[in-house]
């Protein structure tokens, strides 16, 4: 048996995805900048797609920018910040997704911005009383921080923390990669500058995402060459993955609360399962349903003397899982989120996350072949 159990870095393709990218492969073909009836017909596929993700966040379809992804929409929105909209100065944490933090800091050190890192508690959360203080010296700021976090699940407070931008002048920007198609949002209510997304993160096409952007929120080209996406990305649309990405948000969206319940019951039960057979063990981040994203759980267990080999032997027999962000992989250094969040490191730790596709048995598995490996002298 083959168990996936790593659907915070991709999620299998739906089926009903696949099907509606084909045709567009095999007959839209023509370019959605061309006048003539293949590019007009490709235009109109391509505009239909955006009212879709338009309609899914309740904004306007014209404050809907299609990327090649969630690093790339993050990207836009910090660069943008600086560049455009005249912020000196970034607010963030230490357990950012590195599209966020990287890019941060980068072009604080190239731009001459300043870069301030919230406290955090041992879950994950930021200090909100030291971003209010913060934002209330008046420095044109950006605040950057992911909706949930990849690796330990925990989420912020979205709305408060807009509203508290909004208040003080601040833009406001989230990575809300893990968080698209797993949450309802209502730009209408949700006062945010930006937010991103990548397809594959809830079962459409890798390589395709998009930047929202506030229609309030003035910006002008992010990449230059053509007047593509409103002008803000240069460059042919992929027509295929952008249908796909709009066909998954339907897929998502037709039944957000079922998927939640489905999964939330499966992350319950494994936990229940872990604590009853290794009486050491714990999570890291949040849980609770309100305050963590249901698809993640991060486990820390039991000490071990071969806990490098830990993740590698769940994986001969079946079980994928890994320790933290796929985008670190083949890294030596240790999970960025974990350190700062001062996690044990001397134990192993493994994130576990799961989709709509899971199943109990696939849980039962990889819980059994858990077992095993610490029966099996790795303890």
Same mark, same amino acid.
């Given at each position: ?9 991709? +999620? ?17 073909? &023509? ?37 090649? &992804? ?30 966020? &933090? ?16 919230? *406290? ?55 990575? +809300? ?18 937010? +991103? ?56 969206? *037709? *039944? ?77 250094? &240790? ?45």
């Amino acid at each position: 048996m083959r168990v996936y159990l790593d659907n915070a870095a991709t +999620t299998p393709v739906a089926p009903e995805v696949v099907d509606a990218m084909i045709p567009v492969l095999r007959e839209t073909f &023509g370019n959605p900048s061309s006048t003539h009836s293949f590019g007009r017909n490709a235009k109109a596929l391509l505009e239909t797609s955006r009212r879709t993700v338009a309609k899914h966040l309740n904004c306007a379809p014209s404050e809907i920018i299609f990327t090649s &992804g969630g690093t790339e929409a993050d990207n836009m929105a910090i660069h943008a910040a600086v560049t455009e909209l005249g912020v000196k100065r970034i607010i963030t944490s230490a357990i950012e997704h590195h599209a966020v &933090g990287h890019t941060a800091e980068s072009i604080s050190h190239h731009e001459k911005v300043d870069l301030v890192l919230l *406290d955090l508690d041992s879950k994950g959360n930021i200090d909100m009383r030291q971003l209010e203080t913060l934002l209330k010296d008046g420095i044109p700021t950006l605040v950057s921080l992911m909706h949930a976090n990849n690796e330990i699940a925990t989420m912020i407070p979205l709305a408060e923390i807009a509203r508290l931008c909004r208040q003080y002048g601040a833009y406001f920007h989230s990575d +809300t990669v893990q968080t698209m198609g797993h949450f309802r949002f209502d730009l209408s209510e949700l006062d945010i500058d930006f937010i +991103t997304c990548a397809a594959h993160k809830f079962h459409g096409p890798k390589g395709t995402g998009f930047l929202y952007v506030n229609k309030k929120t003035k910006v002008s080209s992010f990449i230059h060459g053509g007047a593509q996406e409103r002008g803000l990305r240069g460059g042919t649309e992929n027509m295929a993955g952008i249908v796909g990405l709009a066909k998954a948000m339907d897929l998502a969206y *037709d *039944d957000v609360e079922g998927h939640q319940q489905h999964v939330f019951e499966l992350k319950s039960y494994m936990m229940e399962q872990l604590k009853a057979c290794f009486p050491t063990v714990f999570f890291h981040g949040e849980t609770d349903f309100d305050k963590a994203l249901y698809t993640v759980l991060n486990v820390c267990l039991p000490a071990t003397e071969k806990t490098s080999m830990l993740l590698f032997t769940l994986d001969l027999k079946g079980v994928a899982v890994s320790g933290g962000s796929a985008c670190t992989s083949g890294a030596t250094k &240790g999970s960025h989120v974990l350190e700062g969040i001062h996690a044990d490191m001397s134990r192993p730790n493994a994130r576990f996350s799961f989709s709509r596709y899971t199943t109990k048995e696939e849980i039962d598995y990889a819980l059994e072949q858990l077992r095993l490996v610490y029966q099996n002298n790795l303890s």
